[in-house]
């Protein structure tokens, strides 16, 4: 963590990309500003970590200012803004999170012609962030939407139903697509969302746990049901090969999920470039907070399994993104890990 920490800390000051490009986000993309602060909270040093995460707001900032702060439902990145505004209490971050969060896309679900489609799991990872954008809104003092918060609740809970039962809303099955990270991405909004309603003293949705319990067994026991891998389980426990594409032929003693993707089909002609270990750590944190709220070590073994082949098989050194999306959630990992234990 430490040395490609460092790497990355020092591309991003030299990195200044043009904006509206793609390329604009590529280093900072899963939110480096929060990867870098949490960092820095983990070791207890201020520096290089601060100094990185500030160059990653100012590339999220020229962005973001680029587009008049309206950017697509897949990149929006509120807790580098929230956690700076805790250290600094800055009028701008703050105003950063309402912007991002009352932006032109998927900011209306209560207004919205046609909402219906939100509720189709293809958007999930627009939902969650919809979700978190909306959780740190609120956690740096903004009024909540209670109206709009619970529809897009209500979507996330319907996208795990989705995946679970195959049941899917959207009749384009060409878009009938499930990648178990963005499982873990719906998956750490509504934990934000649900941690933040018990801070709060209000009494949380309990369909929230189960639904979250359901698509870690789904995860876990269930086979692809559709496409070239039907039938063979979305976790390996045993994946093969030499860096990516790994295979499902066995030889390395670690584990990772297989893939079903119906909007790239050329991506899973085989059980070959869909077992993608360097998005372990985008999942892990699920069964430690599954552990931690129900105290059943069934969870923290399969969560340690997953974490030991993100662990042994994720090059972050690679690049930025890579990096940022092993260590954006998995810091949460270790501290309901330990919850649990003593638990």
Do not use: C
């Amino acid at each position: 963590m430490l040395e490609s920490g460092r790497k990355w800390g020092e591309y991003l000051l030299d990195y200044n990309p043009k904006p509206l490009s793609y390329s604009e986000s590529r280093g900072i993309y899963y939110d480096a500003q929060r990867v870098y602060f949490q960092i820095a909270a983990y070791t207890g040093e201020k520096e290089p970590w601060e100094t990185y995460a500030a160059k990653a707001e100012k590339i999220y900032r020229v962005y973001l200012d680029s587009r008049n702060w309206v950017t697509q439902g897949w990149r929006k990145f509120p807790h580098g803004f929230y956690l700076d505004w805790v250290r600094n209490a800055d009028k701008a971050d703050k105003d950063a999170l309402l912007a991002l969060r009352d932006n032109k896309v998927f900011h209306n679900p209560d207004t919205f012609t046609n909402v219906h489609k939100w509720y189709w799991s293809d958007l999930s990872r627009e939902i969650a962030y919809a979700i978190e954008a909306n959780v740190y809104a609120e956690r740096a003092g903004h009024a909540r939407n209670n109206t709009r918060v619970q529809l897009y609740v209500d979507m996330a809970l319907n996208h795990i139903n989705e995946w679970i039962t195959g049941e899917r809303g959207n009749p384009d099955v060409t878009k009938h697509r499930f990648a178990p990270f963005m499982a873990g991405l719906t998956a750490e909004a509504l934990i934000d969302f649900y941690e933040w309603e018990v801070a709060q003293g209000h009494n949380p949705d309990d369909k929230i746990p189960s639904a979250l319990m359901a698509l870690a067994d789904f995860l876990w026991e269930s086979k692809v049901v559709e496409g070239v891998n039907q039938g063979k389980p979305m976790w390996v426990s045993d994946i093969g090969g030499t860096g990516y594409p790994h295979n499902d032929l066995g030889g390395t003693g670690y584990g990772a999920f297989r893939y079903e993707d119906r909007q790239n089909p050329a991506s899973a002609l085989d059980g070959t470039t869909v077992l993608s270990p360097e998005l372990n750590m985008l999942i892990a944190p699920l069964y430690a907070w599954l552990y931690k709220y129900y105290g059943d070590s069934i969870y923290i073994k399969r969560g340690d399994l997953i974490w030991e082949g993100g662990v042994a098989l994720s090059n972050v050194g690679w690049n930025t993104k890579i990096f940022n999306q092993n260590y954006r959630w998995s810091f949460d990992y270790v501290e309901w890990r330990k919850d649990g234990n003593m638990k």
